[in-house]
């Protein structure tokens, strides 16, 4: 029981001031529980943007070139990153459990490059997620793939699930090579993705109405980065996609296959969280690189 001598009135009751709750900065975020939104907060900075590291392509590709070993080519790279995209392997026997980064964990799973890859199920039950002290988890969504209806049917389970433990779900446009990535298919896919309830999208940057995209999805919208692009291209699709309503981005190969990976991670997160245009967001990448041309 607490000692009550020496217990003094409490007198400071801010009568002059009314009680508010900050403005939650995470787009279509405001609604959901503490929990949920607590999560949201560790991927997503206080100016509501990310810079999130993708290495989940081994789960499907097996060792591809920057990921031959994971503790040298992604470890170091933590530190500059606001969340880390992995799987459950490893993140359980490389990524080192101190490290402060948010954990968004690849929880759809199924074939790999040697047969149809929308043909996939959940690999991650929510209780593994909540184990591993995941901030999301994420799932493919094939829109006019061959399983389009059955990798629907994954993302609303595993929203399901979020939802009963406060793990918000990142839905992932996957494109297979027949489907355009063209404004039109990624509205739909997108929408249809949050319509669904997940709350953050991931899709790819197109040429033209990019921000009809984020404009007609009323959730975040981060960035895919895709296949390895010449380091200015890759920072103009970056700063491109923020200043069209992209709350962020999710780059892999354009960062790991760098000849300077940490110097081009420094110079996305200074696209995305400083506003450096795209010629210098290059020179500092060739500053940080001294020089590296590729």
């Not at 560790?42 to 509501?48: A, L, T, V």
């Not at 380091?231 to 309503?245: E, F, V």
């Not at 997160?269 to 590729?294: F, I, M, R, T, W």
């Amino acid at each position: 029981m607490a000692d009550l001598e020496g217990n003094l009135d409490a007198h400071n009751y801010g009568l002059d001031t009314p009680q508010v709750t900050g403005a939650f900065p995470i787009k279509g975020a405001s609604s959901l529980d503490f929990g949920m939104k607590h999560r949201l907060a560790r991927i997503f900075k206080e100016d509501g943007k990310t810079v999130m590291l993708a290495f989940d392509h081994g789960y499907f590709q097996g060792p591809t070139s920057g990921l031959e070993r994971v503790d040298l080519g992604i470890v170091p790279l933590a530190p500059h990153v606001d969340a880390l995209m992995g799987t459950r392997g490893i993140f359980r026997s490389v990524i080192p459990a101190n490290s402060d980064n948010a954990v968004v964990l690849r929880a759809s799973a199924g074939p790999s490059i040697l047969k149809e890859l929308s043909n996939e199920g959940i690999g991650v039950d929510i209780s593994d997620a909540v184990r591993i002290d995941a901030a999301a988890i994420a799932v493919q969504v094939f829109v006019g793939g061959e399983y389009e209806t059955q990798s629907v049917l994954n993302l609303t389970q595993q929203i399901d699930a979020g939802m009963e433990v406060g793990i918000p779900v990142l839905g992932v446009t996957a494109v297979g090579k027949e489907l355009t990535r063209d404004a039109r298919y990624l509205r739909l896919a997108t929408r249809m993705i949050a319509e669904l309830g997940a709350q953050i999208v991931k899709t790819y940057y197109c040429e033209e109405d990019f921000e009809t995209v984020t404009a007609s999805c009323p959730v975040p919208i981060i960035m895919a980065g895709g296949k390895k692009l010449p380091a200015k291209d890759a920072l103009t699709m970056a700063y491109n996609a923020i200043s069209q309503g992209a709350s962020g981005v999710d780059m892999g190969r354009n960062i790991f296959q760098r000849l300077a990976p940490i110097a081009m991670v420094q110079a996305v997160s200074g696209v995305v969280h400083d506003g450096l245009n795209p010629q210098q967001a290059l020179e500092k990448y060739l500053d940080l690189s001294k020089g590296a041309q590729d």
